[in-house]
T-cell receptor, first 111, second 114 residues
């Protein structure tokens, strides 16, 4: 079993919908949780990061961490076609070392 | 503000040929990484370098070698390319002191081995 599990999708939703992307993990040492966005034929770019449990909001994006359930989520409100991309979760016991990545969820926002 | 630069962007090799993928970062990061990305497999770590002069194997190192030439540059070499090494290769770097999070990735090298 992988340390980080992520549903690969693909996920298609209409423009304006709320999108929920999720990852589960098994390593209780993970303290730092990140979401990367990867557009087609580009490298992943850091979208959001959180430390330990709780929520973090940045514009239309909200990252949620539930360490007791070993479950993290990314919510996208008022989704736009420009949000169409692959979203990868990543986590680490440290801030910026030894990241473990999920396989990514491919998201398409339909205009 | 170039970040992480990878060259070349595309390459086609014949089985048995060798090549070196180049990576350079201008963010004064200590750590650098090489990943390959394949459909359904996600990002898999090939090698990483925690600092200048050190390198360590990742999850899938077989068939690859690396060199941390200096703090800025980290190259990946395929000595005898095989079709199984057809993939997209990403270089990444991390560091930057307190409050730094995550990796910065390059734009990738698409390699096809025929």
């Amino acid at each position: 079993q992988k340390e980080v599990e992520q549903d690969p999708g693909p996920l298609s939703v209409p423009e304006g919908a709320i999108v929920s992307l999720n990852c589960t993990y098994s390593n209780s040492a993970f303290q730092y949780f990140m979401w990367y966005r990867q557009y087609s034929r580009k490298g992943p770019e850091l979208l959001m990061y959180t430390y330990s449990s709780g929520n973090k909001e940045d514009g239309r994006f909200t990252a949620q961490v539930d360490k007791s359930s070993k479950y993290i989520s990314l919510f996208i409100r008022d989704s736009q076609p420009s949000d169409s991309a692959t979203y990868l979760c990543a986590m680490s016991p440290f801030g910026n070392e030894k990241l473990t990545f999920g396989t990514g969820t491919r998201l398409t926002i339909i205009p | 503000n170039a970040g992480v630069t990878q060259t070349p962007k595309f390459q086609v090799l014949k089985t048995g040929q060798s090549m070196t993928l180049q990576c350079a970062q201008d963010m004064n990061h200590n750590s650098m990484y090489w990943y390959r990305q394949d459909p359904g497999m996600g990002l898999r770590l090939i090698y990483y370098s925690a600092s200048e002069g050190t390198t360590d194997k990742g999850e899938v190192p077989n068939g690859y070698n690396v060199s941390r030439l200096n703090k800025r540059e980290f190259s990946l070499r395929l000595e005898s390319a095989a079709p199984s090494q057809t993939s997209v290769y990403f270089c990444a770097s991390s560091g930057g002191g307190q409050g730094a999070f995550g990796y910065t990735f390059g734009s990738g090298t698409r390699l096809t081995v025929v």
